[in-house]
């Protein structure tokens, strides 16, 4: 049973589109982490988020903690194609000491 | 400041091999988590070592072993090695207290 369902599973736009992608729970997180992680590499960070309703920017891309702490989505605006890559959320709970993981949406952003 | 690194970047076994793989922490952190992330799906947790010991375990066999050593590195043992086991390892770090975790760049094992 997957805890984190992410949606789409895979996603293929051109240069200078945007773009959200999703990250569903029916469980209660205390925080949810981005990573985007490149064939044969491990994920990179690229944000925590924490308090629901809670909006993260970086750069281009902005992150959404939902007010019940169960889901996520990030939204790139104009990608380019170095965006391309899996994003990966995953889920943590106070005290849980490990990270729950969806299986990624696979962007390919085409010049 | 170095971030985490995992050795052997690569490695090909046969099906009932042993196989160790190695973790050094980011500097600072001491807590160190081991996931295994097979082709197409998200990492799927191991287990967690927090002071020597382990703290936290996934759905894995007891094949699958590990240990941290007096300077936060880690190893991951996985005995009678099967066809399954073949995918990325990860092996990530953390403060104890903190729930941000940071990722190695993985070993790639290959059971044949």
């Known amino acids: 049973t997957q805890l984190l369902e992410q949606s789409p599973q895979f996603l293929s736009i051109q240069e200078g589109e945007n773009l959200t992608v999703y990250c569903n729970s029916s469980?209660?997180?205390?925080?949810l982490q981005w990573y985007r992680q490149e064939p044969g590499e491990g994920p990179v960070l690229l944000v925590t988020?924490?308090?629901?309703?809670e909006v993260k920017k970086l750069k281009r891309l902005t992150f959404q903690f939902g007010d019940a702490r169960k889901d996520s989505s990030l939204h790139i605006t104009a990608a380019q194609p170095g965006d391309t890559g899996l994003y990966l959320c995953?889920?943590?709970?106070?005290?849980?000491?490990?990270?729950?993981f969806g299986d990624g949406t696979t962007l390919t952003v085409k010049p | 400041d170095a971030g985490v690194t995992q050795s052997p970047t690569h490695l090909i076994k046969t099906r009932g091999q042993q196989v160790t793989l190695r973790c050094s922490p980011k500097s600072g952190h001491d807590t160190v988590s081991w996931y295994q992330q097979a082709l197409g799906q998200g990492p799927q947790f191991i287990f967690q070592?927090?002071?020597?010991?382990?703290?936290q375990r996934g759905n894995f066999p007891d094949r699958f072993s590990g240990h941290q050593f007096p300077n936060y590195s880690s190893e991951l043992n996985v005995n009678a090695l099967l066809l399954g086991d073949s995918a990325l390892y990860l092996c990530?770090?953390?403060?104890?207290?903190?729930?941000?975790?940071?990722f190695g760049p993985g070993t790639r094992l290959l059971v044949l």
């Open positions: 469980s209660v997180f205390s925080s």
């Open positions: 990530a770090s953390s403060l104890r207290a903190s729930e941000t975790q940071y």
């Open positions: 988020v924490v308090t629901g309703g």
């Open positions: 070592y927090y002071e020597e010991e382990e703290r």
């Open positions: 995953a889920g943590a709970k106070a005290n849980a000491g490990k990270s729950t």
